[in-house]
Protein backbone atom coordinates (compact mmCIF):
# COMPACT_ATOMS: atom_id res chain seq x y z
CA UNK A 1 0.00 0.00 0.00
CA UNK A 2 1.83 2.85 -1.14
CA UNK A 3 0.17 6.24 -0.38
CA UNK A 4 -0.66 8.70 -3.56
CA UNK A 5 -1.41 12.23 -3.88
CA UNK A 6 -4.74 13.84 -4.72
CA UNK A 7 -3.36 15.14 -7.92
CA UNK A 8 -2.37 11.14 -8.77
CA UNK A 9 -6.06 9.98 -7.79
CA UNK A 10 -7.66 12.88 -10.34
CA UNK A 11 -5.49 11.40 -13.10
CA UNK A 12 -6.31 8.18 -12.73
CA UNK A 13 -10.25 9.21 -12.24
CA UNK A 14 -9.50 10.50 -15.58
CA UNK A 15 -8.02 8.05 -17.08
CA UNK A 16 -10.70 5.68 -16.30
CA UNK A 17 -13.16 8.23 -17.54
CA UNK A 18 -11.39 8.35 -20.99
CA UNK A 19 -11.63 4.69 -20.73
CA UNK A 20 -15.36 4.52 -20.22
CA UNK A 21 -16.22 6.97 -23.00
CA UNK A 22 -15.23 4.78 -25.34
CA UNK A 23 -17.42 3.02 -27.59
CA UNK A 24 -17.66 -0.76 -26.75
CA UNK A 25 -15.24 -2.85 -29.21
CA UNK A 26 -18.05 -5.24 -30.27
CA UNK A 27 -20.50 -2.69 -30.96
CA UNK A 28 -18.06 -0.78 -33.26
CA UNK A 29 -17.58 -3.77 -35.14
CA UNK A 30 -21.15 -4.58 -35.53
CA UNK A 31 -21.87 -1.00 -36.67
CA UNK A 32 -18.75 -1.47 -39.34
CA UNK A 33 -20.15 -4.43 -40.43
CA UNK A 34 -24.21 -2.93 -41.13
CA UNK A 35 -22.51 0.26 -42.78
CA UNK A 36 -20.17 -2.13 -44.93
CA UNK A 37 -23.49 -3.82 -46.10
CA UNK A 38 -25.55 -0.85 -46.85
CA UNK A 39 -22.84 0.38 -49.13
CA UNK A 40 -22.65 -2.83 -51.38
CA UNK A 41 -26.67 -2.60 -51.37
CA UNK A 42 -25.78 1.51 -52.59
CA UNK A 43 -23.22 -0.01 -55.16
CA UNK A 44 -25.68 -2.59 -56.69
CA UNK A 45 -28.43 0.42 -56.56
CA UNK A 46 -26.69 3.07 -58.32
CA UNK A 47 -25.84 0.25 -60.82
CA UNK A 48 -29.45 -0.51 -61.59
CA UNK A 49 -30.51 2.97 -61.69
CA UNK A 50 -27.91 3.52 -64.16
CA UNK A 51 -29.10 0.93 -66.26
CA UNK A 52 -32.76 2.47 -65.99
CA UNK A 53 -31.30 5.66 -66.60
CA UNK A 54 -29.77 4.07 -70.11
CA UNK A 55 -32.71 2.78 -71.27
CA UNK A 56 -34.15 4.05 -73.78
CA UNK A 57 -37.06 2.31 -74.27
CA UNK A 58 -39.00 3.90 -70.90
CA UNK A 59 -39.76 7.32 -71.14
CA UNK A 60 -38.84 9.92 -68.19
CA UNK A 61 -41.54 9.62 -65.94
CA UNK A 62 -41.69 5.69 -66.33
CA UNK A 63 -38.07 5.78 -65.56
CA UNK A 64 -38.61 7.97 -62.33
CA UNK A 65 -41.15 5.51 -61.15
CA UNK A 66 -38.92 2.85 -60.79
CA UNK A 67 -35.80 4.38 -59.77
CA UNK A 68 -38.31 5.65 -56.88
CA UNK A 69 -39.28 2.13 -56.41
CA UNK A 70 -35.82 0.77 -56.29
CA UNK A 71 -35.31 3.12 -53.19
CA UNK A 72 -38.32 2.47 -51.63
CA UNK A 73 -37.34 -1.21 -51.47
CA UNK A 74 -34.06 -0.55 -50.01
CA UNK A 75 -35.46 1.47 -47.42
CA UNK A 76 -38.14 -0.75 -45.96
CA UNK A 77 -37.34 -3.18 -43.40
CA UNK A 78 -38.38 -6.83 -42.89
CA UNK A 79 -39.68 -7.26 -39.57
CA UNK A 80 -42.00 -10.22 -38.90
CA UNK A 81 -44.89 -9.11 -36.64
CA UNK A 82 -44.93 -11.41 -33.80
CA UNK A 83 -48.56 -12.39 -32.86
CA UNK A 84 -48.66 -13.35 -29.19
CA UNK A 85 -51.07 -16.34 -28.46
CA UNK A 86 -51.61 -17.34 -24.01
CA UNK A 87 -51.23 -20.75 -23.64
CA UNK A 88 -53.52 -22.52 -22.22
CA UNK A 89 -53.13 -25.37 -19.08
CA UNK A 90 -54.78 -27.68 -21.33
CA UNK A 91 -51.86 -27.84 -23.72
CA UNK A 92 -49.31 -28.04 -21.10
CA UNK A 93 -46.69 -30.53 -22.02
CA UNK A 94 -47.74 -30.77 -25.92
CA UNK A 95 -46.58 -29.53 -28.50
CA UNK A 96 -48.57 -25.98 -29.46
CA UNK A 97 -50.35 -26.07 -32.53
CA UNK A 98 -50.92 -23.26 -34.57
CA UNK A 99 -54.35 -21.45 -33.51
CA UNK A 100 -57.05 -20.82 -35.25
CA UNK A 101 -57.31 -17.62 -36.96
CA UNK A 102 -53.98 -16.80 -36.41
CA UNK A 103 -51.36 -15.73 -39.44
CA UNK A 104 -47.70 -15.53 -40.27
CA UNK A 105 -44.85 -15.71 -37.01
CA UNK A 106 -46.58 -16.68 -33.64
CA UNK A 107 -45.18 -16.99 -30.01
CA UNK A 108 -47.06 -19.03 -27.52
CA UNK A 109 -46.47 -17.38 -23.97
CA UNK A 110 -47.98 -17.20 -20.45
CA UNK A 111 -50.60 -14.71 -19.79
CA UNK A 112 -48.25 -13.13 -17.44
CA UNK A 113 -46.05 -12.20 -20.13
CA UNK A 114 -48.33 -10.95 -22.46
CA UNK A 115 -50.00 -8.49 -20.39
CA UNK A 116 -46.24 -7.18 -19.28
CA UNK A 117 -46.03 -6.31 -22.85
CA UNK A 118 -48.72 -4.27 -23.52
CA UNK A 119 -48.11 -2.10 -19.99
CA UNK A 120 -44.79 -1.61 -21.87
CA UNK A 121 -46.40 -0.86 -25.19
CA UNK A 122 -48.71 2.09 -23.07
CA UNK A 123 -45.77 3.31 -21.17
CA UNK A 124 -43.67 3.97 -24.18
CA UNK A 125 -46.88 5.54 -25.73
CA UNK A 126 -47.70 7.26 -22.73
CA UNK A 127 -43.84 8.18 -22.96
CA UNK A 128 -43.65 9.55 -26.11
CA UNK A 129 -46.83 11.46 -25.85
CA UNK A 130 -45.35 13.84 -22.40
CA UNK A 131 -46.91 11.59 -19.49
CA UNK A 132 -48.93 13.13 -17.24
CA UNK A 133 -51.14 16.78 -18.06
Known amino acids: NVPITREMADEIK ?24 MQRKMEKLKQKCA ?4 NETLTEREK ?21 VVAQKRDAGARPVRPAGV ?8 ARAKKDRRAQKFAEKRKKKGGRR
Open 14 to 37: AQQREIDARPIKKVLEAKARQRRV
Open 51 to 54: NITD
Open 64 to 84: SKQIELLYKKLKRKDKKETTY
Open 103 to 110: KGFYKVVD
